[in-house]
């Protein structure tokens, strides 16, 4: 049996690799006796010591078996991030990386126009992800511009926090508040955009109920690193602190198997807990499908009835032993969210980072996910955001926009491309939707023309015209704003309504809102990183110029460092022309 510990924090993840291949080479012509002579070992298991649990490994499972997929977006090799270095926005350290990205994201293409006439009704799941920014962020940090498949719009509008005091309208029978401003796009002069934000009620950090949380750790090969194995730690010590005596925790680790590194521990006995975790160090294969299976398993037997029941899986999504599909994935967490126990996932790293597995085995376990680049992002969204990470105040939550064909001749919603459902989807409960933390705040962007605007599509010559006298009791109303969504335990959903008033529309870009000007600046950087036509003409410099004009009381800094990543793009943007 090769045992061997992480080394020391400064060495090359690259001269491991070549440790690691020559000791292999040598056991292969040594034979197999060492594999005999240790027999009674269980390869890649955590074994109990007194103290904790150490990891042993076989050569094996030190072999690294990570290989791309057919699907994978590679690139050359790029700067990457030190995590455990972190400062401040803008003045993040560095290290560099000789190995190929790897990394793998799902394509989802932009929302189409669409003529009101033909196709009134925009029928969409809520969604409250927020990796994509944190991770394009990273890349345009360190010089480099991010993949257009590794940017979600929808994930960027939805990053930040609000910075204005928006009055928003309680909806009636429902866990939500509403509020909603047009104003005439900045890009696009023949444009209105609408901007809608619903936002679910708070929870009293302290009215929290108890929580079982299940820790689900990657301490595979592929985790090495300050950024990854080294950053998860820390990332899960903020949220540690946070714990109550009422609240417990267990802790599934995976390599080339998985092990329980902790059994159900309350968090009144932090000590015991933070020692497991400082006891995590890398190497071996990747069995996350056995990880997840344990991990439901510790959930189930922990489970508090009417309390919080989540798995927190952090990973780099480097699953290569074991159920590793991603379909397989997702057609297990769905099983398993039934029992009432949901999944979110935490992503770090860079090379092989798969972007598209997290994202959608957190949509498949009612969760959310998120992309961890710094201990900043950690402690927003593992101490800031937390009742909005692990309370769920309504599940299954969808919503269904209506246009007036009176007022509206044409919409483009802006992101929400993943989330796209059919019409009738939004009266059938037996389709699942995203799921609404407490106090989460969602932006909706839809980009509309007028009536007496210029259309983008050509009326069509056979299509009869839709009488406006059917809609002159309501011509006051640009769209008709439904929302349906089950209770946190129910099985039926319920139905609240918002109209969405004419008299919304702000004269002018400029005299807009502070949220509808910083989050048209959003929704236009997110869309040139796309490399949206739309965008074309518009510049890195003229986004920067609306976001830093709509900044709003920044006391996270969170807009200030947006305008300062717009910024660096452009210079980017520069270089490479």
């Known amino acids: 049996m090769l045992k061997i510990k992480a080394i020391g924090r400064k060495a090359s993840y690259g001269l491991v690799l070549v440790l690691l291949t020559s000791l292999l080479s040598a056991c292969n012509t040594a034979g197999t006796s060492s594999t005999d ?79 009101v006439v033909t196709e009134p009704v925009s029928t969409f799941s809520l969604d ?8 394009s962020r990273r890349f345009i940090a360190h010089g480099r511009m991010p993949h257009p498949d590794a940017v979600r719009v929808e994930e960027f509008i939805n990053y930040f926090p609000s910075t204005s005091n928006e009055k928003l309208t309680s909806i009636t029978g429902s866990p939500f508040s509403a509020g909603y401003e047009l104003a005439p796009s900045p890009w696009n002069t023949d444009k209105v955009l609408l901007r809608v934000n619903i936002k679910a009620n708070d929870v009293n950090f302290n009215q929290l109920p108890s929580s079982n949380l299940v820790f689900l750790v990657d301490t595979s090969g592929s985790m090495y690193g300050e950024d990854r194995l080294d950053l998860l730690k820390k990332s899960l010590k903020l949220l540690v602190n946070e714990l109550r005596p009422q609240d417990k925790v267990s802790i599934v680790a995976y390599a080339g198997s998985a092990g329980v590194a902790l ?25 996350g499908g056995e990880g997840l299976q344990l991990a439901y398993k ?33 057609a297990f967490v769905s099983r398993e969210k039934e029992k009432g126990i949901t999944l979110s996932t935490l992503g770090f790293g860079t090379n092989n980072f798969n972007d598209a597995m997290m994202v959608q085995i957190a949509d498949a376990g009612n969760g959310n996910y998120s992309y961890i680049d710094s201990l900043e992002e950690a402690q927003k969204v593992l101490q800031e955001e937390m009742s909005a990470t692990l309370v769920t ?49 969602l932006t909706v962007l839809y980009e509309l023309t007028l009536a007496g605007g210029k259309p983008s599509i050509d009326p069509l010559r056979y299509q009869s015209k839709k009488s406006a006298t059917a809609t002159n ?28 008033e004419k008299k919304a529309l702000a004269s002018s870009f400029a005299s807009a809102g502070v949220e509808t000007r910083f989050m048209a600046a959003v929704a236009a950087y997110g869309q040139k990183l796309r490399n949206n036509p ?13 976001a830093n004009n709509a900044k709003g009381d920044d006391k996270q800094g969170y807009r200030a460092e947006f305008v300062k990543l717009v910024r660096k793009a452009a210079a980017l943007e520069d270089k490479n022309n």
Do not use: C
């Open 128 to 135: 409250m992800d927020t990796a994509s920014y944190a991770n």
């Open 393 to 441: 105040v309504a599940k299954d939550v969808k919503a269904q926009i209506e246009f007036n064909p009176a007022q509206v001749l044409e919409y483009r919603q802006i992101g929400y491309e993943k989330r796209q459902l059919k019409q009738e989807d939004f009266n059938n409960d037996k389709v699942d939707a995203g799921d609404i933390g407490a106090g989460k705040k």
């Open 37 to 115: 002579s240790t027999s009674n070992q269980s390869d890649g298991h955590y074994e109990k010591m007194s103290a904790g649990y150490e990891t042993s490994y076989s050569g094996a499972d030190l072999a690294l078996k990570s290989k791309p997929s057919s699907s994978s977006v590679e690139y050359n090799s790029r700067i990457g991030f030190r995590g455990a270095d972190y400062q401040s926005p803008g003045s993040r350290a560095v290290f560099e990386t000789q190995q190929p990205d790897t990394a793998q994201y799902k394509n989802y293409s932009d929302n189409p126009v669409k003529q």
């Open 263 to 287: 059994e159900p521990t309350s968090g009144s006995n932090k000590a015991k807990i933070l020692a497991a975790i400082d006891k995590f160090e890398a190497g071996g294969s990747t069995a």
């Open 473 to 500: 009791a309501n011509n006051n109303e640009i769209a008709f704003l439904k929302l349906r969504w089950k209770a946190p335990r129910g099985q039926k959903s319920e139905l609240a309504s918002l109209p969405i």
């Open 534 to 546: 739309e965008l074309s003409k518009t510049s890195y410099q003229q986004i920067a110029s609306w």
């Open 298 to 330: 510790m959930a189930e037997r922990g489970k508090v009835n009417g309390g919080i029941n989540r798995i927190l899986l952090a990973t780099d999504g480097d699953f290569n032993v074991g159920i590793n599909s991603t379909e397989e994935l997702k």
